[in-house]
């Protein structure tokens, strides 16, 4: 019986063996297939990456050349700016004096309307009291 089992393992090793090589075969193929899709996909890639260095180059350089006109621009803008800051400082500080005197007229007004306001509440106090 147990020769008999050995020899039927024998056969079922052997017959394991030649399916394994046989896929091993395919397998082997299979891969040596992707290998060479990928060394295709990769020189096409390859090709890409130059396309589009070439193409960050090219932009770069109009990129730069924008950023040097902006920067032109901004310089002369600022220049600009700065003298109608000066004007605008002029401007409040001549506002400010005008708005003082308003601000202290308004500040004599409230003292005035306060002081009456102060007389007002002081006779409803006397009244509520009263009552």
Request: proline share 0%; no cysteine; net charge positive.
């Amino acid at each position: 019986m147990l020769q008999r089992a050995s020899k039927e393992w024998t056969v079922q090793l052997a017959w394991k063996a030649w399916m394994l090589q046989r896929a091993s075969k395919e397998w082997t193929a299979q891969l040596a297939w992707k290998a060479w899709m990928l060394q295709r996909a990769s020189k096409e890639w390859t090709a890409q990456l130059a396309l589009k260095a070439w193409m960050l180059q090219r932009a770069s350089k109009e990129w730069t050349a924008q950023l040097a006109l902006k920067a032109w621009m901004l310089q002369r803008a600022s220049k600009e700016w700065t003298a109608q800051l000066a004007w605008k400082a002029w401007m409040l500080q001549r506002a400010s004096k005008e708005w003082t005197a308003q601000l202290a007229l308004k500040a004599w007004m409230l003292l005035q309307a306060s002081k009456e306001w102060t007389a007002q509440l002081a006779w409803k106090a006397w009244m509520l009291q009263r009552a």
